[in-house]
Nanobody, 128 residues
Framework: QVQLVESGGGLVEAGDSLRLSCAASGRTFRNYFMGWFRQAPGKEREFVAGISWTSSRTYYADSVKGRFTISRDNAKNTLYLKMNTLKPDDTAVYYC?????????????????????WGQGTQVTVSS
């Protein structure tokens, strides 16, 4: 089992940047496919980005492609999400998630039920 704790959220203005972190503990972090999801009020949880064990594969939702970058540091057991040019539509609770499977292709990596472990989330609010 792995425990996930997100941090780095906050209140920012449109156009600003944030970097989210997800600290993992428990079983070997490098064995997990990792993802970021987000959930806005009244909406379903949606996929944001995913990254393979070795960082050789990354996937992004169209809504964040070119603005967000997912990365991981297996030595530090940490997952990151660098968010640039934030928009009010990016306002949501952001969750990191871990899967014991090697998720591919995009439609699989973007599927919520493919992930086995979830963090508690961190709030990101972007004002206009």
């Amino acid at each position: 089992q792995v425990q996930l704790v997100e941090s780095g959220g906050g209140l920012v203005e449109a156009g600003d940047s944030l970097r989210l972190s997800c600290a993992a503990s428990g079983r070997t972090f490098r064995n997990y496919f990792m993802g970021w999801f987000r959930q806005a009020p009244g909406k379903e949880r949606e996929f944001v980005a995913g990254i393979s064990w070795t960082s050789s594969r990354t996937y992004y939702a169209d809504s964040v492609k070119g603005r967000f970058t997912i990365s991981r540091d297996n030595a530090k057991n940490t997952l990151y999400l660098k968010m640039n040019t934030l928009k009010p539509d990016d306002t949501a609770v952001y969750y990191c998630a871990a899967s014991t499977d090697s998720l591919t292709p995009y439609r699989v990596a973007a599927t919520t039920r493919r992930y086995d472990y979830w963090g508690q989330g961190t709030q990101v609010t972007v004002s206009s």
